[in-house]
Every structure is written in C-alpha cells, then in structure tokens.
C-alpha cells in the first residue's frame, strides 16, 4: 500500500452534482457543507463507488475504474453518518484495536466485550470511525463524524481524527455542518450550492 | 394383492363432508367457506386432468411425451417460485434463475436415480420418472422459493449494513455471506425437518400410497428412503445454486449492492 498518494476527483457526476474536479493533497482536509439534501453524502458515496456516478476518481496513481471495488474501497474509506454492526461482540468488528486509540476515544478496553446493541449513538459512532481508521485505508472519506456527539466529546474525537490524518498523510473529504468545527479542521472549505462545489473563503461562511 | 375399486359415488361422499364442513363455516360467520370449496373444486379438476393426461402417457411411453411432460412441469413450478417472492428480482431473473436451479438439480438427479439406481426398461418409463420428477420438483420448488424470497428480503432489509460492510472493503460475497447462509438455511429446513420426523411423526405420502396399493412395507419403506435422499439432494443443489446466482444478481460488476433490481411488494 503506498502512503501518502493524492486523492483526485475528475469530472465526477452523481445526481445533481455534474462535473466535480477536485485535488486533496496527502493528509489535506477538505470540508464539505450544503443543505441537507444537496449531495454531499451522494459525492462521498460516489467517491467510494458504491452508486453508479459519472467521472472518475484517482488515488495516486490508481484509477477507480481500473481498481477492484473491494480494494478501492479499502484504500478510499467512507465513514458514514450513521454506522452499522454485523456481529453482536464490538470486538468482533475491532481486530487489534490499539488500547491507546481506545482510551482517546473515551472507551476502557473492555468495551471490546460489549454487546452492540446495548452500544448508544454516540458509541457507535465514534467505534465506526476506529473501525475504519484501524483498517489502515490511504484516503477518508467522513461523513458528518461528530454528528451524535456533546461538545467535549466532539473536540476530543476531532483532535484523534486530525492527529491520524496528519500522521498517515490521508487525504480527507469531511462534511460538517458546524462552521466551528470547519474552522478547526479545515484546510480548505467548499459548499455545494446549486449542483456546484463553491470555494469559500476562510472566514466567510457566516 | 389387489387394490379395493374406489368409485366416483364414494368420493361424492367425502365431498359432501367437505360441502357440510364448508355449511359450518358459514353458519360460524368464519369466511372460509369460499376459499375452501375452490380449493376443493381445484383438486377434483387437477387432479382429475392430470389423471387423464397420465393415462395417456402411460399407454404411449415415447420419450419425447415424458420430456413435455417434464418441461410443463418444470415451467409451471418455475412460476410458482416467482409468484412466491415478496420483492423479487426483476428483468425475468427471478423466473430464470428458479427455473434453471431446478431444472439442474431435479433433472439431473431424477435422470440420475432412474438410470443408475432404480433402472426401470426403458429408464424413462412414464410409470416410473413423472411420479419421481413431481415429487423432486415440488420439493425443490419450495426450498428454492422459500431461500430467494429469504434472500432478497434480507438484503432488503439490511442494505445498510451490506453497504457499511462493503464500505469498510469487504467483498460482496464476505458483505452478504451471513444473509446467504440464512437463504439456505430457510431453504433446506422444510427437508431436513421432513427426515427427521418421517415415520415418527409422519407416515410420508408416498410410503402411505404405496402400501395402500399393496406393496410390501419394506419395499415401501426403501422406495420411501431413497426418494427422500433424492428429494433432499434436487432441494440442495437447487437452492445452492438459486442462492449462488440469486445473490450474484444483487450486486453489479463494481460490487455495489444494486436493490433496484428488486421489485417493489405488491399491496
């Protein structure tokens, strides 16, 4: 797997959205917002090839057309808003989750035992995101991840988030809602309006 | 040993029961009096042109009439399996993959069990393949039917976690294992549970049928054996292979889940 490769949208289509060019540079953030309904989930399903979309997606060198699914999306991981579990142990769906990266999501290891069901949203969330981290992908793909989370909560799983984004050089698409957040994580800022990605300014989204 | 004649006036009796049973229903206010004097008509008229066309073959033995004979069966059972399913694949993938799983494993173990094991001259006696292949065929049709109707409604129900699960990179056949392993489990129940309890609890239909028309139990009970092997080995396959292509169908070349090929539930 090689790290620290590009993640390049070229004239990506889906539903509204048509024509979609985009450069993230290793270990970039870009965030994504627009109304509820404009596409952003859409873009990030289509990033992730699983609808039929037009344009193309590069990691690298490597062509999304040209890539297996299975492995595309292991490298080019979505993280969606809402997660879901297969098995009833969490451990199950964590193989060697790092004690370390546990403890700064708030868990105690042996939260590896629970059910999940009796998991809240809150937990299921911040699990999905070390699930997909701990899978060792080459680009993220992020999908409202604090959505379910109290303030507190919040800055410690950006802070997690961030620190692992940088280490590992993973470029990032990351839609948010809060413009708090966006000014935190955020090296860069577009927002659909109209079936367009817009640039926004630092600063000039109030 | 001869079978004692049963005529058409003693039959009449055991219809009026069923007239007089249907009279209770009514008078009960319990609304099945309708439903159930069609089925009954049903049966008479089934079975009675069925006898016809039997009568028929039998005096003809020509293979070319036994094989259209196995052909209209096996379309007919091929409908039944897609009329069966809630939300069923479309495009005629529900009606071609039904047919073409039963038509692999009925035929080829009936052919199988009339030429290697039972042997009759010549093997495609009438007598002998119609009754076999409607017992694999009937047998089959249900697991088959039981197992796609499972299976596209499972993933139906659960596409977001075959979705999360092939976000996180699996591959489709790892995303959707768990709902092909209970497709084939819905599949195979009915037959397994049928042997476990034949002769237990249930004196099987055909075993019954048999000593009824004076065959010796023990060549009923073997017949009754190897029938219900071959019955479990046409269910298997065919579900097998229904489940195999059924859930191929779901997903597409990129491996996304595709339930827009699925029909939406009538009603």
């Known amino acids: 797997m090689s790290a620290h490769d590009a993640l390049r949208l070229e004239r990506l289509a889906i539903g509204e959205l048509a024509g979609v060019d985009l450069t993230l540079a290793p270990g970039e953030i870009l965030c994504l917002s627009g109304a509820s309904g404009s596409g952003k989930s859409r873009l990030l399903r289509a990033v992730a090839d699983l609808e039929p979309h037009g344009g193309e997606a590069w990691l690298g060198e490597l062509a999304q057309s040209a890539t297996p699914a299975h492995e595309w999306r292991a490298r080019v991981m979505l993280v969606p808003a809402e997660s879901h579990w297969w098995a009833d142990r969490v451990g199950e769906h964590l193989a060697g989750a790092e004690p370390a990266d546990l403890e700064a999501l708030g868990f105690m290891p042996e939260v590896l035992d629970w059910q999940v069901s009796r998991l809240s949203s809150g937990e299921k969330q911040r699990l999905a995101l070390l699930r997909a981290v701990g899978r060792e992908p080459a680009a993220l793909l992020l999908d409202e991840p604090t959505a379910n989370l109290d303030e507190a909560t919040t800055r410690r799983v950006e802070a997690w988030l961030t620190a692992w984004i940088r280490a590992r050089g993973w470029p990032t698409l990351w839609v948010a809602h809060d413009p708090a957040q966006i000014e935190r994580v955020a090296d860069r800022h577009r927002r659909i309006l109209d079936g367009r990605l817009e640039e926004r300014e630092e600063g000039a989204w109030t | ?267």
């Open chain 2, 1 to 267: 040993m001869d079978v004692i004649e049963l005529a058409w006036w003693q039959l009449a009796l055991a219809a009026l029961l069923v007239v007089a049973l249907a009279g209770c229903s009514v008078v009960a206010r319990l609304g099945m009096a309708r439903s159930l004097l069609v089925a009954a008509a049903r049966t008479v008229i089934q079975l009675a042109l069925v006898g016809l066309v039997l009568e028929v073959l039998f005096a003809a033995s020509r293979l070319h009439w036994v094989a259209l004979m196995a052909l209209g069966m096996l379309l007919i059972a091929g409908r039944e399996v897609m009329a069966r399913q809630q939300r069923r694949l479309l495009g005629g993938w529900a009606f071609g993959i039904g047919t073409v799983a039963m038509f692999l494993s009925s035929f080829t173990v009936t052919v199988l069990t009339l030429t290697v094991i039972i042997g009759p001259e010549p093997w495609y006696r009438p007598q002998y393949a119609i009754p076999l292949l409607g017992m694999m065929l009937g047998n089959t049709m249900t697991g088959v039917a039981l197992a796609l109707d499972r299976l596209t409604d499972t993933a139906w129900r659960q596409r977001a976690v075959i979705e999360n699960r092939l976000m996180l990179g699996q591959r489709w056949q790892e995303a959707v294992g768990d709902i092909r392993r209970e497709a084939m489990r819905s599949g195979l129940m009915p037959t397994i549970n049928a042997m476990a309890a034949a002769g237990v609890v249930s004196l099987p239909g055909m075993m019954t049928g048999q000593i009824l028309a004076g065959s010796p139990p023990a060549l009923a009970v073997k017949y009754q054996i190897l029938v219900m092997f071959t019955i479990t080995l046409g269910t298997g396959f065919g579900t097998l292979a229904a489940v195999a292509a059924g859930s191929r169908r779901l997903f597409d070349g990129r491996e996304r889940l595709r339930l827009d090929r699925l029909a939406t539930p009538r009603g």
